[in-house]
C-alpha cells in the first residue's frame, strides 16, 4: 500500500519518539526534578522492599532511637516527632520517625541492646489498628511471627530489643487504646525490654496533651538510666533548613503557592482522590438551615461528578480548609515575616529522615495558608520550646514558667481561648519576634487536617453529589477575649456567602482566599475526598432502623432516610424507620423540618420521627430521655433484629444512649444490669449496634 503524507508523519513522529526514548538523559537533558526535595521524595522510608530493614537504616544513618508511628489523621505522627526531637535536643540520641507502614519488622530481633525503639499507636474505630499500622500489628500479634535469626516466640527473640509506648485513645470508646495495650503486651511476650510505663493519652476526656506531657517525663528519666544518657540543656536543632530564593518569584511555575501536589501545581489533578490529593469539587447549591443571632448551619451540595469519587450512604467526605487571611495575617506579623509573605522559600530535610510536610519551593504565605493549624489551642510544650527565642529575658523567664508549669499555663493560655500567634501577641505587647527560626513552626505545629463530615444524603438517590450538615464552630468561652472561629466551618460559610452573590465573602471579618492557589477554586469550589466507613443500612430493606441522632448528629440519618423513603416510592417493601432527632426548640433549629414530612408521605407509618426539644418545656429533653420513653418499642425492633445507630456528640450524648439501652434492654427483658450490659456489648460486637461519634 502507498504511504500517504499523514502516514509518513506518523512513522516520522514514532521514529523520533522512539530515539529520543532511548537516549534520554544522554542527548537531551531530564529535566531536574523540581520536587526532589517534597514531601513525596524526601520522605526517607523506603518502598518496594527496598531498605525495609530498620536495623540497617539507622545504622547507615548512624540513628541511635526510632520512633515508629501508626497514625490515622496525623496526631500520633506528631507525636512522634516531638518524641524524636525531644530525644536529640535533651539527650543527643540521634533520632528519626519511622512510618510502620515502610518497614519490615522481622529484624527487629536484630536490634542493638544500646539503641531503642518507641512505638506511638492511635488506636482508631472500634479498637482496631491505623491503616499504616496493619501488617506491623498482624505480624507482631500472630502466633509464631518468624524473626530473621529464627528464635522461636516461646524464646524471646526480642530479648535485645529496648522499647518505649504511647498510646492515642478515646475513652468515649469501648476499646480505649486497645492498640497501645497490644503493641506493649506482644511485644513484652516476645522478650522485649519495656522502658518506663506504657503512656495513654485520651482523646475524649480532651486531655491528651498533658496525659503525653505527663507521662514523657519519667519515661526520659527512665531512658536515661537504662542507656546511661546525660541530659544536657536542650538546643534547638533544626530538622528543616528554610532558604529564601531571591532568584526567584511566586509567580514562578514550579512554586507552590498552596496546590497540595506536582499535578495540582500543574492544572492536571486526577484521582484517586484521598487524603494526599483532593478533588477540587464544585459545590453545587449551599444554603443555611437555620441562623440565629450566634449560630449557622450550613447545607452544602457537593458536585463528585466530574471526577472518579464515589460514596455511599453512610460515608464521610473529608473537607480541605483554607486559614482565614484575618488569622494569616497575624501570623506572618507576629513571626515578622509580614513583608515577605511572598518571598519564595525552598524547604529541606537537613537528614534523609525528615518528612516534608508540604510541597516546596513555596512561600511564607502559602505555608501558613494551606498547610499549618495556626488557630488550634496552644501546646505547653511549643511554650516551653519557643522561650529560647523570646524577644527578651522577662518574656523568655514567662515563657519558660508557663512551659513548665500546668496550672500557670492553664491560668495564662488555655482559660483564654488563645491561639499561638495571638498568644505570642500578647508576651511581646504585638512587637513581631523576628528571631525564631520558621523551621520550628514547620516542626512545632500540627500540619492542617482535613475535617470529616457525616455525608448527609443518599448514594441512591443522588450518587454524584454530596450533602454535608454543619454548624459553623464559633466559640465563646466566659472571660475568654477571643471567640475561636472554626478553621474550616467559616471557610464553608464564605463559599456559601460567595455562591450567594456576595462578591467579597468575609464571615466575621475572616477574609478568606477564596478562589484558591492561583485562582484554581475559582466559581465555588472546595477541595475534598471520601473517606469509606462501616456506618451503613442492613443490606435488607425491611430490617428495622433505630437512629439517635441529635443536632448534626442527624447528618448522616437524613441520608438514611433519603434512602428509605426512594426504596418505598419505588415499590420496595421497607422496614420501620424510627429517628430520634433532638434540638433546641422547634421553630429555631430544627433540621430539615419540612423534608421529614415529605420522607413520611413516603415511608407512611414506617417513618416514626420522635423529637426532644431542650428549651421549650421548663424542663431541658433530649434524646436520651425520648429513647427511655420509648423503650418498649425500642426494645421490640431490637428483638425482632433492628439495626440501632447513634451519630454526634461523643463525650456525653453517646455514651448516656448505650447506659440507657442497657437499661431498656434490662427492663423489657427481665435481666439484671450487667446481663444487658453484655446484650449491649454483642450489640455492638455484631455491628447490629453502629456508631459515628465525634
Ligand atoms: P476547628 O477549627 O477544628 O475547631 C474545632 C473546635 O476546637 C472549636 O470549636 C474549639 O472548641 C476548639 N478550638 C479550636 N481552636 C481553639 C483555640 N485556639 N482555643 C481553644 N479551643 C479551640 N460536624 C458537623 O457539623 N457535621 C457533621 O456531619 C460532622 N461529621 C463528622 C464526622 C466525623 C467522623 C468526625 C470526626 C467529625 C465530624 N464533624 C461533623 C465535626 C467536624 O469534622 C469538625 O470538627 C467541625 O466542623 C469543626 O471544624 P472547624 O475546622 O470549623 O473547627
Same mark, same amino acid.
Given at each position: 500500500a502507498q504511504l500517504d503524507t499523514l502516514d509518513i508523519i506518523v512513522l516520522v513522529a514514532l521514529l523520533l519518539g522512539t530515539i529520543a526514548y532511548f537516549t534520554k538523559g544522554t542527548y537531551w537533558a531530564v529535566p531536574k =526534578? @523540581?520536587? /526532589?526535595?517534597?514531601y513525596a521524595n524526601a520522605n526517607g522510608g523506603a518502598k518496594?522492599?527496598? %531498605?525495609?530493614?530498620i536495623v540497617e537504616k539507622m545504622d547507615e544513618s548512624g540513628k541511635d532511637c526510632v520512633v515508629f508511628y501508626g497514625s490515622q489523621t496525623g496526631t500520633a505522627e506528631d507525636y512522634a516527632s516531638r518524641l524524636a526531637k525531644e530525644a536529640s535536643s535533651r539527650f543527643g540520641l540521634k533520632s528519626m520517625t519511622a512510618d +510502620? $507502614? $515502610?518497614? =519490615?519488622?522481622?529484624? +527487629?530481633?536484630?536490634?542493638?541492646?544500646n539503641k531503642v525503639a518507641i512505638f506511638v499507636m492511635a488506636t482508631y474505630g472500634e479498637g482496631e489498628p491505623t491503616d499504616n499500622a496493619v501488617e506491623f500489628y498482624e505480624f507482631i500479634g500472630s502466633e509464631e511471627p518468624t524473626f530473621s535469626e529464627g528464635t522461636p516466640a516461646a524464646e524471646g527473640p526480642l530479648s535485645k530489643l529496648n522499647y518505649v509506648a504511647f498510646g492515642l485513645g478515646n475513652n468515649t470508646y469501648e476499646h480505649y487504646n486497645a492498640m497501645v495495650r497490644k503493641v506493649d503486651e506482644y511485644l513484652s511476650k516476645l522478650g522485649a525490654k519495656r522502658i518506663g510505663e506504657a503512656g495513654e493519652g485520651d482523646d475524649g476526656a480532651g486531655t491528651m496533651e498533658e496525659d503525653f506531657l505527663a507521662w514523657k517525663e519519667p519515661m526520659w528519666t527512665a531512658l536515661q538510666e537504662a542507656l546511661n544518657l546525660e541530659e544536657r540543656e536542650a538546643v534547638y536543632e533544626p530538622v528543616f533548613e528554610v532558604t529564601e530564593k531571591d =532568584? !526567584? *518569584?511566586?509567580?514562578? *511555575? +514550579?512554586?507552590? +503557592?498552596? $496546590? @497540595?501536589?506536582r499535578n495540582h501545581l500543574e492544572n492536571k489533578q486526577k484521582g484517586p482522590y484521598n487524603a494526599g490529593n483532593p478533588y477540587i469539587a464544585p459545590i453545587a447549591e449551599s444554603s443555611e438551615l437555620f441562623t440565629d443571632k450566634t449560630r449557622n448551619c450550613l447545607h452544602m451540595e457537593i458536585d463528585?461528578? %466530574?471526577?472518579n469519587l464515589s460514596y455511599t450512604t453512610g460515608d464521610h467526605i473529608a473537607v480541605w480548609p483554607t486559614n482565614s487571611g484575618k488569622e494569616v495575617n497575624r501570623f506572618l506579623h507576629i513571626l515578622g515575616l509580614a513583608d515577605k509573605k511572598d518571598t519564595v522559600i525552598t524547604v529541606r530535610g537537613l537528614d534523609t529522615t525528615a518528612k516534608l510536610p508540604f510541597p516546596s519551593p513555596t512561600t511564607y504565605d502559602a505555608v501558613v495558608r494551606y498547610? !499549618? $493549624?495556626?488557630? /488550634?489551642p496552644v501546646s505547653r510544650q511549643f511554650v516551653a520550646s519557643l522561650s529560647q527565642f523570646a524577644p527578651s529575658e522577662d518574656i523568655k523567664a514567662e515563657l519558660t514558667k508557663i512551659g513548665s508549669d500546668k496550672e500557670y499555663f492553664q491560668q495564662k493560655v488555655s482559660s483564654k481561648n488563645l491561639n499561638l500567634a495571638q498568644f505570642m501577641q500578647i508576651m511581646s505587647g504585638d512587637k513581631p519576634w523576628s528571631s525564631v527560626p520558621f523551621s520550628l513552626f514547620i516542626e512545632g505545629l500540627h500540619k492542617l487536617q482535613p475535617r470529616y463530615y457525616s455525608i448527609s444524603s443518599s448514594s441512591k438517590v443522588q450518587p454524584k453529589k454530596i450533602s454535608i450538615t454543619a454548624i459553623v464552630e464559633s466559640i465563646e468561652k466566659p472571660g475568654a477575649p477571643h471567640v475561636v472561629k472554626g478553621v474550616t466551618t467559616n471557610y464553608l460559610l464564605a463559599l456559601k456567602q460567595k455562591q450567594h452573590g456576595d462578591p467579597k465573602p468575609d464571615p466575621h471579618g475572616l477574609d478568606y482566599a477564596i478562589t484558591g492557589p492561583r485562582n484554581k477554586y475559582d466559581g465555588v469550589h472546595v477541595p475534598v475526598h471520601v473517606r469509606h466507613s462501616n456506618f451503613k443500612l442492613p443490606s435488607n430493606p425491611e430490617t428495622p432502623v433505630i437512629m439517635v441522632g441529635p443536632g448534626t448528629g442527624v447528618a448522616p440519618f437524613r441520608g438514611f432516610v433519603q434512602e428509605r423513603a426512594a426504596l418505598a416510592k419505588s415499590g420496595e417493601k421497607v422496614g420501620k424507620t424510627l429517628l430520634f432527632f433532638g434540638c433546641r426548640n422547634a421553630k429555631e433549629d430544627f433540621l430539615y423540618k419540612s423534608e421529614w414530612e415529605q420522607y413520611k408521605a413516603d415511608l407512611g407509618d414506617n417513618f416514626e420521627l420522635i423529637t426532644a426539644f431542650s428549651r421549650e418545656g421548663p424542663k431541658k429533653v433530649y434524646v436520651q430521655h425520648r429513647l427511655k420513653e420509648n423503650g418498649k418499642e425500642v426494645d421490640e425492633l431490637l428483638q425482632k433484629k433492628a439495626n440501632f445507630y447513634v451519630c454526634g456528640d461523643a463525650a456525653n450524648m453517646a455514651r448516656e444512649v448505650n447506659t440507657i439501652l442497657a437499661e431498656i434492654v434490662a427492663k423489657n427483658r427481665g435481666l439484671d444490669q450487667a446481663k444487658a450490659e453484655d446484650v449491649v456489648k454483642a450489640m455492638r460486637t455484631s455491628n447490629q449496634y453502629q456508631e459515628d461519634v465525634w
Amino acid at each position: 500500500a502507498q504511504l500517504d503524507t499523514l502516514d509518513i508523519i506518523v512513522l516520522v513522529a514514532l521514529l523520533l519518539g522512539t530515539i529520543a526514548y532511548f537516549t534520554k538523559g544522554t542527548y537531551w537533558a531530564v529535566p531536574k =526534578d @523540581p520536587y /526532589a526535595n517534597s514531601y513525596a521524595n524526601a520522605n526517607g522510608g523506603a518502598k518496594d522492599g527496598q %531498605g525495609r530493614n530498620i536495623v540497617e537504616k539507622m545504622d547507615e544513618s548512624g540513628k541511635d532511637c526510632v520512633v515508629f508511628y501508626g497514625s490515622q489523621t496525623g496526631t500520633a505522627e506528631d507525636y512522634a516527632s516531638r518524641l524524636a526531637k525531644e530525644a536529640s535536643s535533651r539527650f543527643g540520641l540521634k533520632s528519626m520517625t519511622a512510618d +510502620l $507502614e $515502610e518497614f =519490615d519488622f522481622d529484624t +527487629l530481633d536484630t536490634f542493638p541492646e544500646n539503641k531503642v525503639a518507641i512505638f506511638v499507636m492511635a488506636t482508631y474505630g472500634e479498637g482496631e489498628p491505623t491503616d499504616n499500622a496493619v501488617e506491623f500489628y498482624e505480624f507482631i500479634g500472630s502466633e509464631e511471627p518468624t524473626f530473621s535469626e529464627g528464635t522461636p516466640a516461646a524464646e524471646g527473640p526480642l530479648s535485645k530489643l529496648n522499647y518505649v509506648a504511647f498510646g492515642l485513645g478515646n475513652n468515649t470508646y469501648e476499646h480505649y487504646n486497645a492498640m497501645v495495650r497490644k503493641v506493649d503486651e506482644y511485644l513484652s511476650k516476645l522478650g522485649a525490654k519495656r522502658i518506663g510505663e506504657a503512656g495513654e493519652g485520651d482523646d475524649g476526656a480532651g486531655t491528651m496533651e498533658e496525659d503525653f506531657l505527663a507521662w514523657k517525663e519519667p519515661m526520659w528519666t527512665a531512658l536515661q538510666e537504662a542507656l546511661n544518657l546525660e541530659e544536657r540543656e536542650a538546643v534547638y536543632e533544626p530538622v528543616f533548613e528554610v532558604t529564601e530564593k531571591d =532568584d !526567584m *518569584d511566586a509567580t514562578n *511555575d +514550579l512554586v507552590y +503557592l498552596g $496546590e @497540595p501536589n506536582r499535578n495540582h501545581l500543574e492544572n492536571k489533578q486526577k484521582g484517586p482522590y484521598n487524603a494526599g490529593n483532593p478533588y477540587i469539587a464544585p459545590i453545587a447549591e449551599s444554603s443555611e438551615l437555620f441562623t440565629d443571632k450566634t449560630r449557622n448551619c450550613l447545607h452544602m451540595e457537593i458536585d463528585i461528578s %466530574g471526577s472518579n469519587l464515589s460514596y455511599t450512604t453512610g460515608d464521610h467526605i473529608a473537607v480541605w480548609p483554607t486559614n482565614s487571611g484575618k488569622e494569616v495575617n497575624r501570623f506572618l506579623h507576629i513571626l515578622g515575616l509580614a513583608d515577605k509573605k511572598d518571598t519564595v522559600i525552598t524547604v529541606r530535610g537537613l537528614d534523609t529522615t525528615a518528612k516534608l510536610p508540604f510541597p516546596s519551593p513555596t512561600t511564607y504565605d502559602a505555608v501558613v495558608r494551606y498547610h !499549618m $493549624e495556626i488557630s /488550634a489551642p496552644v501546646s505547653r510544650q511549643f511554650v516551653a520550646s519557643l522561650s529560647q527565642f523570646a524577644p527578651s529575658e522577662d518574656i523568655k523567664a514567662e515563657l519558660t514558667k508557663i512551659g513548665s508549669d500546668k496550672e500557670y499555663f492553664q491560668q495564662k493560655v488555655s482559660s483564654k481561648n488563645l491561639n499561638l500567634a495571638q498568644f505570642m501577641q500578647i508576651m511581646s505587647g504585638d512587637k513581631p519576634w523576628s528571631s525564631v527560626p520558621f523551621s520550628l513552626f514547620i516542626e512545632g505545629l500540627h500540619k492542617l487536617q482535613p475535617r470529616y463530615y457525616s455525608i448527609s444524603s443518599s448514594s441512591k438517590v443522588q450518587p454524584k453529589k454530596i450533602s454535608i450538615t454543619a454548624i459553623v464552630e464559633s466559640i465563646e468561652k466566659p472571660g475568654a477575649p477571643h471567640v475561636v472561629k472554626g478553621v474550616t466551618t467559616n471557610y464553608l460559610l464564605a463559599l456559601k456567602q460567595k455562591q450567594h452573590g456576595d462578591p467579597k465573602p468575609d464571615p466575621h471579618g475572616l477574609d478568606y482566599a477564596i478562589t484558591g492557589p492561583r485562582n484554581k477554586y475559582d466559581g465555588v469550589h472546595v477541595p475534598v475526598h471520601v473517606r469509606h466507613s462501616n456506618f451503613k443500612l442492613p443490606s435488607n430493606p425491611e430490617t428495622p432502623v433505630i437512629m439517635v441522632g441529635p443536632g448534626t448528629g442527624v447528618a448522616p440519618f437524613r441520608g438514611f432516610v433519603q434512602e428509605r423513603a426512594a426504596l418505598a416510592k419505588s415499590g420496595e417493601k421497607v422496614g420501620k424507620t424510627l429517628l430520634f432527632f433532638g434540638c433546641r426548640n422547634a421553630k429555631e433549629d430544627f433540621l430539615y423540618k419540612s423534608e421529614w414530612e415529605q420522607y413520611k408521605a413516603d415511608l407512611g407509618d414506617n417513618f416514626e420521627l420522635i423529637t426532644a426539644f431542650s428549651r421549650e418545656g421548663p424542663k431541658k429533653v433530649y434524646v436520651q430521655h425520648r429513647l427511655k420513653e420509648n423503650g418498649k418499642e425500642v426494645d421490640e425492633l431490637l428483638q425482632k433484629k433492628a439495626n440501632f445507630y447513634v451519630c454526634g456528640d461523643a463525650a456525653n450524648m453517646a455514651r448516656e444512649v448505650n447506659t440507657i439501652l442497657a437499661e431498656i434492654v434490662a427492663k423489657n427483658r427481665g435481666l439484671d444490669q450487667a446481663k444487658a450490659e453484655d446484650v449491649v456489648k454483642a450489640m455492638r460486637t455484631s455491628n447490629q449496634y453502629q456508631e459515628d461519634v465525634w
